[in-house]
């Protein structure tokens, strides 16, 4: 067992849980409900299109499928809306695979260069995805964009430059794409064929990048060779769909299908670290870490000398060795002043778990 999971199981049980609206699949490999299952039903809104020029009269909309402009590098534009058009975007996946129409991928390429440059100027978009999707939104399309701009993120704390982070983003927008073609009702074994389905789906679109047939293939295999379709193990697994896999799994804590109960991040966070840490490469857990901390700030939490205190800061490179604020001593009283503790710079004093505030 590594250190980092020693960590984390000194924190103890797992942490209520709150309920949520659905996500794509539950972890685990385990179906959605029949009702789920369907291919959801896409309404086609107008796609965003250029402004013409001054002369020139209004430009008509694109057809549905069509490619979509690029939007100006220096709109200024806002998380929310952006996190909107990638949820319109993937609302069409479902019909432009069972239509075979041509896909639009100079439209995802411009979609996929926003999301990195928002990411690259704020938290906002990486935020929005951690939150339940807006109301009225296909369960598909939620989770496939949530994973999106989860795995770009996490690709960006690994290190990868523009052109890698795109290869990944194209394939973590497209994954799940055959959950929308399985028949309703289709039991455990015949679930596990989506990614054979969504792989043949995305070869026959002739995706631009290498590797990404690839990588939405095996976005079920798992680090230890226990995984599906085809038991591949370590270094046989695409990098991106590792990746994919984590966020995947995560998505599916933060938005479970009702009635499991919802993890907020932090909580998912542990119960990936504490239940599935051999599912996942250590680094990729890491690099989730630093984004999500086990204990984020605000958190209450027990010290191993008994005292309790606050986080007021994560340590990205040391995630479960927060800096707080002691706020009552060991048995319980309150501290006359609270006194600040760095717990990268205390190796014999570390978290037992968060406590409820009295």
Do not use: C
Not at 85 to 111: N, V
Not at 157 to 168: A, F, I, V
Not at 241 to 262: G, N, Q, S
Request: glycine letters at 8%.
């Amino acid at each position: 067992m590594s250190d980092l999971v020693r960590g984390i199981h000194r924190g103890g049980g797992e942490p209520p849980a709150r309920e949520a609206p659905p996500a794509a699949q539950a972890p685990g490999g385990a179906p959605p409900p029949a009702e789920a299952s369907r291919p959801p039903r896409v309404r086609f809104p107008p796609e965003p299109a250029a402004a013409p020029p001054a002369a020139a009269p209004p430009e008509p909309e694109p057809a549905a499928g069509a490619e979509a402009p690029a939007a100006e590098a220096a709109t200024g534009e806002g998380a929310e809306q952006l996190f909107t058009e990638l949820l319109a975007f993937t609302g069409r996946l479902p019909a432009l695979a069972r239509e075979g129409r041509e896909f639009p991928w100079g439209w995802l390429q411009r979609l996929l260069e926003r999301v990195v440059r928002s990411l690259e100027g704020s938290a906002d978009l990486f935020w929005l995805a951690n939150n339940p999707p807006p109301g009225g939104a296909e369960y598909l399309a939620a989770h496939l964009t949530a994973v999106g701009v989860l795995s770009i993120q996490i690709g960006r704390g690994l290190g990868h430059d523009r052109e890698r982070l795109l290869d990944l983003a194209t394939a973590a927008f497209l994954f799940d794409v055959g959950v929308a073609s399985l028949p309703a009702g289709a039991d455990p074994t015949a679930y596990q064929t989506h990614a054979q389905l969504g792989a043949e789906i995305v070869r026959r679109w002739a995706p631009p990048r290498a590797g990404i047939v690839e990588a939405v293939l095996q976005h079920h295999e798992r680090e230890n060779g226990r995984g599906y379709p085809q038991g591949l193990a370590g270094a046989a697994i695409h990098p991106n769909a590792k990746v994919i896999a984590l966020m995947d799994t995560y998505t599916a804590l933060i938005f479970p299908r009702p009635p499991a109960p919802r993890l907020q991040p932090y909580q998912a966070v542990r119960q990936i670290v504490s239940s599935k840490h051999e599912d996942f490469p250590t680094p990729l857990i890491k690099a989730l870490l630093a984004e999500i901390s086990v204990f984020p700030p605000r958190t209450v939490v027990k010290l191993n000398t008994g005292e309790v205190g606050r986080v007021i800061a994560v340590n990205r490179a040391h995630p479960l060795r927060p800096k707080v604020e002691i706020v009552a001593d060991s048995k319980g009283h309150p501290l006359p002043a609270p006194k600040i503790l760095d717990l990268a710079e205390a190796p014999f004093i570390y978290v037992m778990g968060p406590v409820q505030e009295g």
